[in-house]
Each structure stands twice: as structure tokens, then as C-alpha cells.
């Protein structure tokens, strides 16, 4: 439902494109807009209870749960993404948040920086790990 509202909000059409590679990253927006492998939005859509759904909508913000999740978006698809929750028991003004993600060069730099770094951590302790499962067979 939130997709569709936001839809309808917006005046633009969205697709589903599954999960897009960008070598060892990866992301899985839950739409885009856009043609092709040229995305100019991606759309991560929630549809929390209400309780929580007040919480985005009075904090006016991405959620710090998800502020990581949209940023992998933003790196892998390239383009800036939209944090949409909906809950369709509130009035029709409160019922969908949107808010958009765009971050700078340096911040997405950094972003990828860490996270190549966090996997190279992996997989020396995966290796590791297989070094000492042949030590002991």
C-alpha cells in the first residue's frame, strides 16, 4: 500500500527491480523510478503499526535502524533514495512519511570505505577459520 500511495502522492510510477550487484555490495530497493539500469529514485517502504509509524512521523527523519540499509541503496543504485512508511489507519494527511536521502560524495565515500573494510574483516575470519578446520582434520 505504501508504494501505491506514494504513487499516487508523487504523480510518478514506480518498478520493481529485485536485488541489483555492484560487485561484493548489493542492495534490494523495494521500487524505483527510472528506465532501465538508470535508476533517479529508490523507494524503501515500511508498513509499521501505528505506534511506530507516529514515532517516523513526529521524528521527521530515516529512522536510525534504516540509515545504513539506505545508504547501500544510494551506493549500489546510484541515485538518492526515499524512506516511505505508511500506515493506513491514521488520517489521510498522516498516512504516508516520506523523507529523501542524499547523501554527499565524502559521506557515501566513507560509507563504502567502511563497509569494504567490515567485509575484508570477513573474510580473514572465514579463512582463518578454514586454516584452523584442516588443521584438525
Known amino acids: 500500500e505504501g508504494i501505491t500511495a506514494w504513487e499516487m502522492a508523487s504523480g510518478r510510477l514506480t518498478r520493481s527491480v529485485g536485488f541489483i550487484r555492484d560487485g561484493n555490495l548489493g542492495s534490494s530497493p523495494d521500487a524505483v523510478v527510472g528506465d532501465g539500469d538508470q535508476f533517479e529514485l529508490v523507494l524503501e517502504?515500511?508498513?509499521?503499526s501505528p505506534r511506530v509509524h507516529l514515532?517516523?512521523?513526529q521524528g521527521g527523519i530515516v529512522p536510525a535502524e534504516y540509515h545504513y540499509q539506505t545508504l547501500m541503496h544510494c551506493l549500489v543504485c546510484g541515485c538518492p533514495v526515499e524512506f516511505v512508511s505508511f500506515n493506513g489507519s491514521f488520517p489521510p494527511?498522516?498516512?504516508?512519511?516520506?523523507?529523501r536521502v542524499d547523501p554527499s560524495p565524502e559521506e557515501l565515500g566513507?560509507?563504502?570505505d567502511a563497509v569494504l573494510a567490515?567485509?575484508?574483516?570477513?573474510d580473514a575470519q572465514v579463512e582463518a577459520l578454514r586454516q584452523l578446520a584442516k588443521e584438525r582434520v
Open 118 to 122: 567490515f567485509d575484508a574483516e570477513i
Open 55 to 57: 514515532s517516523y512521523v
Open 93 to 99: 494527511a498522516l498516512r504516508l512519511f516520506r523523507v
Open 110 to 112: 566513507a560509507f563504502r
Open 45 to 48: 517502504e515500511k508498513s509499521p
